[in-house]
């Protein structure tokens, strides 16, 4: 097998890996599926769920820093193992603790189940962000040309996650009744769960880039067609254009953008020849310590709109169930909301649906505005004047040489940054844009349902929620990397993502006890569920939501305003 052969083998390889962990990393966002369970055979309330599933969803959230870290020193390979860990235990021990559940239970001995369902699920929300940082960056080292598409596809297939799994639950793990209903089997479900993901995650682990690995499996330095080598974690931006004729100028290319230590201490370069539209020089990325970037006002602002728009949208996709129900009131006997919470319903309209249009909208937003945004809004890169190489960002062993003392935020003279393309519009467009289509989509359900429960839209809501929610996590690297380099952007990404745990906290406690207060008798179940007699189990009708719906809508509009201040603030440098 020749040399190209061989590399491209592994790159077919590698992005099996990368899809194989995408499609089963997404199980914590169907707990809405599983979570009525909980209910039936523990007696949770509002609350205690709401506890549950954050402990997975904002519960990784605290660690994506260090995760980031890991990624940094032991490589893709390493996360992906730890994260195949957490997602089998945490998974398995959920569905044990479901299976052992007693007829009717003890008032202490649920406490204690729902002390430690917290804990196994977020073990689950730890293994995701290891896996989603595994699959990412192993992206963008497998296809540094393309880190807008790399990443984009790579979180496409995550956000296809839950489709996958929900329609797996539906055809593979449901029984018929004889009065016609479909019952899922949350133990059984939640058992495949635990193998599968375990074990793609581990077999996946042995196609990702390790430490060690220093040569991207993308290119060869032996190549005949000339194409140069490129190192692994690099970025090389597509920067072919023809020049103008006055420019007169032809600069070569080194591709040489790290995303981690383990790639910044190479020395290894290339230099590829290439015509530049338009070398407009912008401010250059400001390279720091941790403490650098936190002083920065421009960077809390950024987390303030983050928090708001992705803490708004992961309150709807942690309460699906709840909101769905709530609008399927009208007409159901209130002391069978909560046992039809469990079934598949009518085609079109159960929980299940909800999450797999979510899941789709949200992916399909993932694959349109990655590579749109790489075209619109390219990420600036540094040229050096005279000696006719160009770099697409820098890593700390490059910086120190191309920084003036004294000011690690200025190159050294000689070396200037430029977009490689045409730029049309600010990455923080996109920002703005699904910050304003999250306020519409709250803003439109509110109106929708302000005097009767309308079930249809429910799925305004998802579709809504599912483009906003994969456009945010599309843009912010791109963002990072424009402002503040790509030498630390696992560190730079993974403090970002406090900004999460943060606003979805806040939304969804808010939602909890809100509907609690709201549920007329107090949120206490039957202790069968489908019995005619015991308190309802479920808040019923728009009044469970609507002033969390409205307390959000005022958070968005004022996320669309500082997003705003922050296009003008970065124009012309992202």
Same mark, same amino acid.
């Given at each position: 097998?020749?040399?190209?052969?061989?590399?491209?083998?592994?790159? =077919?390889?590698?992005?099996?890996?990368?899809?194989?962990?995408?499609?089963?990393?997404?199980?914590? +966002?169907?707990?809405?599926?599983?979570?009525?369970?909980?209910?039936?055979?523990?007696? *949770?309330?509002?609350?205690?769920?709401?506890?549950?599933?954050?402990?997975?969803? =904002?519960?990784?959230?605290?660690?994506?820093?260090?995760?980031?870290?890991?990624?940094?020193?032991?490589?893709?390979?390493?996360?992906?193992?730890?994260?195949?860990?957490?997602?089998?235990?945490?998974?398995?021990?959920?569905?044990?603790?479901?299976?052992?559940?007693?007829? %009717?239970?003890?008032?202490?001995?649920?406490?204690?189940? *729902?002390?430690?369902?917290?804990?196994?699920?977020?073990?689950?929300?730890?293994?995701?962000?290891?896996?989603? &940082?595994?699959?990412?960056?192993?992206?963008?080292?497998?296809?540094?040309?393309?880190?807008?598409?790399?990443?984009?596809?790579?979180?496409?297939?995550?956000?296809?996650?839950?489709?996958?799994?929900?329609?797996?639950?539906?055809?593979?793990?449901?029984?018929?009744?004889?009065?016609?209903?479909?019952?899922?089997?949350?133990?059984? &479900?939640?058992?495949?769960?635990?193998?599968?993901?375990?074990?793609?995650?581990?077999?996946?682990?042995?196609?990702?880039?390790?430490?060690?690995?220093?040569?991207?499996?993308?290119?060869?330095? $032996?190549?005949?067609?000339?194409?140069?080598? @490129?190192?692994?974690?690099? @970025?090389?931006?597509?920067?072919?254009?023809?020049?103008?004729?006055?420019?007169? @100028?032809?600069?070569?290319?080194?591709?040489?953008?790290?995303?981690?230590?383990?790639?910044?201490?190479?020395?290894?370069?290339?230099?590829?020849?290439?015509?530049?539209?338009?070398?407009?020089?912008?401010?250059?990325?400001?390279?720091? #310590?941790?403490?650098?970037?936190?002083?920065?006002?421009?960077?809390?602002?950024?987390?303030?709109?983050?928090?708001?728009?992705?803490?708004?949208?992961?309150?709807?996709?942690?309460?699906?169930?709840?909101? +769905?129900?709530?609008?399927?009131?009208?007409? %159901?006997?209130?002391?069978?909301? +909560?046992?039809?919470?469990?079934?598949?319903?009518?085609?079109?309209?159960?929980?299940?649906?909800?999450?797999?249009?979510?899941?789709?909208?949200?992916?399909?937003?993932?694959?349109?505005?990655?590579?749109?945004?790489?075209?619109?809004?390219? =990420?600036? %890169?540094?040229?050096?004047?005279?000696?006719?190489? =160009?770099?697409?960002?820098?890593?700390?062993?490059?910086?120190?040489?191309?920084?003036?003392?004294?000011?690690?935020?200025?190159?050294?003279?000689?070396?200037?940054?430029?977009?490689?393309?045409?730029?049309?519009? !600010?990455?923080?467009? +996109?920002?703005?844009?699904?910050?304003?289509?999250?306020? $519409?989509? /709250?803003?439109?359900?509110?109106?929708?349902?302000? #005097?009767?429960?309308?079930?249809?839209?429910? !799925?305004?809501?998802?579709?809504?929620?599912?483009?906003?929610?994969?456009?945010? /996590?599309?843009?912010?690297?791109?963002?990072?990397?424009?402002?503040?380099?790509?030498?630390?952007?696992?560190?730079?990404?993974?403090?970002?993502?406090?900004?999460?745990?943060?606003?979805?906290?806040?939304?969804?406690?808010?939602?909890?006890?809100?509907?609690?207060?709201?549920?007329?008798?107090?949120?206490?179940?039957?202790?069968?569920?489908? !019995?005619?007699?015991?308190?309802?189990?479920?808040?019923?009708?728009?009044?469970?939501?609507?002033? $969390?719906?409205?307390?959000?809508?005022?958070?968005?509009?004022?996320?669309?305003?500082?997003?705003?201040?922050?296009?003008?603030?970065?124009?012309?440098?992202?």
């Amino acid at each position: 097998m020749s040399t190209s052969n061989g590399l491209s083998s592994t790159v =077919v390889l590698r992005c099996l890996g990368i899809a194989a962990n995408a499609v089963c990393a997404g199980g914590l +966002f169907i707990f809405p599926l599983f979570s009525p369970a909980l209910v039936q055979h523990h007696h *949770f309330t509002q609350p205690q769920l709401t506890t549950i599933v954050l402990s997975g969803m =904002v519960g990784q959230y605290p660690f994506a820093a260090f995760v980031g870290k890991v990624l940094d020193a032991r490589g893709a390979r390493t996360c992906s193992l730890i994260a195949g860990f957490m997602f089998s235990l945490g998974f398995g021990l959920f569905a044990y603790e479901i299976a052992d559940a007693p007829e %009717v239970p003890n008032g202490d001995e649920t406490v204690h189940v *729902f002390r430690r369902m917290v804990v196994y699920f977020g073990l689950v929300g730890l293994g995701t962000v290891f896996s989603y &940082f595994s699959i990412v960056f192993s992206a963008t080292q497998t296809f540094p040309r393309y880190i807008g598409i790399a990443s984009g596809t790579s979180m496409a297939l995550f956000g296809c996650s839950p489709l996958l799994l929900t329609s797996i639950a539906d055809h593979f793990f449901t029984t018929q009744t004889a009065a016609g209903e479909t019952i899922l089997n949350v133990t059984r &479900f939640l058992t495949c769960l635990s193998l599968v993901t375990g074990l793609s995650h581990i077999l996946g682990a042995v196609t990702l880039p390790g430490r060690s690995s220093t040569a991207s499996p993308t290119t060869s330095p $032996t190549r005949e067609d000339n194409r140069p080598s @490129e190192l692994a974690i690099q @970025e090389r931006p597509s920067i072919h254009q023809p020049s103008p004729s006055t420019s007169g @100028e032809t600069t070569p290319l080194l591709g040489r953008r790290s995303l981690s230590p383990s790639s910044m201490s190479s020395k290894k370069s290339v230099a590829v020849e290439v015509d530049v539209v338009e070398a407009r020089e912008v401010t250059p990325p400001q390279h720091g #310590s941790t403490l650098d970037l936190i002083c920065d006002p421009w960077f809390p602002t950024l987390l303030a709109v983050v928090a708001i728009l992705v803490g708004c949208c992961e309150m709807v996709i942690a309460n699906l169930s709840p909101i +769905f129900l709530s609008l399927r009131s009208s007409g %159901v006997p209130s002391s069978m909301l +909560f046992a039809q919470g469990v079934r598949t319903l009518t085609a079109g309209s159960s929980i299940s649906t909800q999450i797999q249009l979510l899941s789709v909208t949200n992916t399909l937003a993932r694959l349109t505005i990655g590579p749109l945004a790489d075209f619109m809004a390219p =990420v600036p %890169v540094s040229f050096s004047r005279g000696s006719g190489t =160009v770099a697409a960002g820098s890593v700390p062993a490059d910086a120190a040489a191309n920084e003036a003392p004294g000011d690690p935020t200025k190159p050294k003279a000689g070396v200037y940054y430029a977009f490689p393309r045409a730029h049309y519009i !600010s990455r923080i467009a +996109f920002l703005l844009g699904a910050t304003l289509l999250c306020l $519409t989509t /709250f803003a439109l359900f509110l109106m929708i349902n302000s #005097s009767t429960s309308k079930e249809g839209s429910m !799925s305004l809501l998802s579709v809504g929620v599912g483009i906003s929610y994969g456009t945010t /996590f599309t843009i912010l690297p791109g963002i990072l990397t424009a402002i503040y380099g790509s030498a630390n952007l696992g560190r730079n990404f993974g403090i970002l993502s406090y900004a999460p745990f943060v606003g979805t906290s806040v939304f969804s406690y808010l939602f909890a006890f809100l509907l609690e207060r709201n549920s007329s008798p107090p949120f206490a179940p039957a202790p069968i569920a489908d !019995s005619t007699e015991g308190p309802v189990a479920m808040c019923t009708g728009p009044q469970c939501w609507q002033t $969390t719906f409205s307390v959000s809508v005022g958070a968005l509009a004022l996320a669309c305003c500082v997003s705003g201040v922050l296009w003008r603030r970065w124009q012309g440098r992202v």
